[in-house]
Nanobody, 124 residues
Framework: QVQLVESGGGLVQAGGSLRLSCAAS????????MGWFRQAPGKEREFVAV?????????YYEDSVKDRFTISRDNAKNTVYLQMNSLQPEATAVYYC????????????????WGQGTQVTVSS
């Protein structure tokens, strides 16, 4: 079992930055690929970014956040981060981190464990 707790959400003006954190407990953190997802009101949960298991050599992003968001992991702290820069109002959503064993992937349904989410609101 893996427990995930997100933090770092809040209200920010357009053009600003936030860094989300997701602290994991339970089974060996480094063995999991870690993903970030978001869900806006009335919309389906969508993929944002993923980092591969182990040292996190590879990262993948949804096209609209590429070059503005950065996912990283610190296995010593059992934590994955999402640095979000140049935020725009369309980024407003609840952001979730998720863990899955083995290879990284994008569909939410492939992830085994989820956090409770943290709200990000970007004002114009």
């Amino acid at each position: 079992q893996v427990q995930l707790v997100e933090s770092g959400g809040g209200l920010v003006q357009a053009g600003g930055s936030l860094r989300l954190s997701c602290a994991a407990s339970g089974r060996t953190f480094s063995s999991f690929a870690m993903g970030w997802f978001r869900q806006a009101p009335g919309k389906e949960r969508e993929f944002v970014a993923v980092i591969t298991w182990g040292g996190g050599r590879n990262t993948y992003y949804e096209d609209s956040v590429k070059d503005r968001f950065t996912i990283s992991r610190d296995n010593a702290k059992n934590t994955v981060y999402l640095q979000m820069n140049s935020l725009q109002p369309e980024a407003t959503a609840v952001y979730y981190c998720a863990a899955k064993s083995s290879v990284s992937s994008r569909p939410p349904v492939t992830y085994d464990y989820w956090g409770q989410g943290t709200q990000v609101t970007v004002s114009s």
